[in-house]
């Protein structure tokens, strides 16, 4: 799940579209730039209805579902930190993507106001100091398992029995069967033993030094295993929490370069960006 953007063509607008299955005068474009039924679908023949939305998808224009741009902006997890980042540096320098990035699916930002986003994203880039990034990184391999969310208190990974994730304070497991839930576990660094049944215990790998602990066990043992995005491979066995500054450009690269295609083509349609 994630963020999603798109920007219609104006091949309508422009008369570059193929003839209609029904007279012009028939059909409406919506605030959104997307073409409509002049009435409610009920006061046509179904036949017409089928007909005009299999030409809008199909054969229309050159574009697909007369959509000009269409780009997976970020999962959630990555947007949020995007979206994190430009509060640290400070909405203030950020107002009309303070005003239109969406905090849900859905929602437009106007056309008349994509320049001023673009500028504001160039801003950005060039404004940002590194962010710092906290991960939970697999000894091992070298593999980051988990990415630390603010906007998520950190955690990453939703049990019935328990919450887990990491902040710049380490891995924490959160027992949620408990009311309030109660912190179980937390350490910068530690072991993982999978069990019968898909369970694994965890353990304090700097049990010593951390003896004065007192609200956490030094071994905690969880439902299922933490594993790797890639889901063939074995699960960790050695575990560490790493928090590095990171480039602003390298760390939402994908995040700007999806952004900046969906503001330009708003520029050149007059059409908003559709969040989805």
Same mark, same amino acid.
């Given at each position: 799940?994630?963020?999603?953007?798109?920007?219609?063509?104006?091949?309508?607008?422009?008369? @570059?579209?193929?003839?209609?299955? @029904?007279?012009?005068?028939?059909?409406?474009?919506?605030?959104?730039?997307?073409?409509?039924?002049?009435?409610?679908?009920?006061?046509?023949?179904?036949?017409?209805?089928?007909? =005009?939305?299999?030409?809008?998808?199909?054969?229309?224009?050159? +574009?697909?579902?007369?959509?000009?741009?269409?780009?997976?902006?970020?999962?959630?997890?990555?947007?949020?930190?995007?979206?994190?980042?430009?509060?640290?540096?400070?909405?203030? +320098? =950020?107002?009309?993507?303070?005003?239109?990035?969406?905090?849900?699916?859905?929602?437009?930002?106007?056309?008349?106001?994509?320049?001023?986003?673009?500028?504001?994203?160039?801003?950005?880039?060039?404004?940002?100091?590194?962010?710092?990034?906290?991960?939970? +990184?697999?000894?091992?391999?070298?593999?980051?398992?988990?990415?630390?969310?603010?906007?998520?208190?950190?955690?990453?990974?939703?049990?019935?029995?328990?919450?887990?994730?990491?902040?710049?304070?380490?891995?924490?497991?959160?027992?949620?069967?408990?009311?309030?839930?109660?912190?179980?576990?937390?350490?910068?660094? =530690?072991?993982?033993?999978?069990?019968?049944?898909?369970?694994?215990?965890?353990?304090?790998?700097?049990?010593?030094?951390?003896?004065?602990?007192? +609200?956490?066990?030094?071994?905690?043992?969880?439902?299922?295993?933490?594993?790797?995005?890639?889901?063939?491979?074995?699960?960790?066995?050695?575990?560490?929490?790493?928090?590095?500054?990171?480039?602003?450009?390298?760390? =939402?690269?994908?995040?700007?370069?999806?952004?900046?295609?969906?503001?330009?083509?708003?520029?050149?349609?007059?059409?908003?960006?559709?969040?989805?």
């Amino acid at each position: 799940m994630g963020l999603d953007a798109s920007v219609s063509c104006r091949c309508w607008r422009d008369g @570059l579209t193929t003839p209609p299955p @029904l007279p012009h005068d028939q059909i409406v474009e919506d605030d959104e730039g997307y073409l409509d039924l002049a009435q409610p679908d009920d006061a046509y023949d179904p036949d017409v209805v089928t007909a =005009f939305t299999r030409w809008q998808y199909e054969q229309a224009c050159r +574009h697909k579902h007369m959509v000009h741009t269409d780009v997976r902006i970020s999962n959630w997890a990555g947007y949020r930190r995007f979206q994190q980042a430009l509060a640290d540096q400070g909405w203030q +320098h =950020f107002p009309t993507l303070h005003a239109h990035l969406p905090q849900a699916n859905g929602g437009l930002l106007p056309a008349q106001d994509a320049n001023a986003a673009l500028e504001e994203l160039t801003y950005f880039a060039a404004l940002a100091q590194p962010v710092d990034r906290t991960v939970l +990184h697999d000894e091992d391999t070298g593999e980051t398992l988990i990415v630390s969310v603010a906007a998520y208190r950190g955690t990453a990974i939703w049990s019935p029995t328990f919450h887990a994730g990491v902040d710049p304070h380490g891995f924490f497991v959160l027992d949620v069967t408990a009311d309030p839930p109660l912190e179980t576990f937390r350490s910068m660094r =530690f072991t993982q033993r999978i069990l019968d049944e898909g369970r694994a215990e965890i353990a304090d790998a700097d049990a010593d030094a951390n003896a004065d602990k007192q +609200h956490t066990h030094q071994k905690v043992i969880l439902d299922r295993p933490i594993k790797s995005w890639e889901d063939h491979q074995p699960p960790p066995s050695h575990l560490a929490v790493l928090t590095s500054p990171s480039e602003v450009q390298e760390e =939402f690269r994908w995040i700007l370069d999806a952004l900046v295609s969906v503001l330009r083509a708003a520029v050149e349609t007059g059409n908003p960006v559709r969040w989805y």
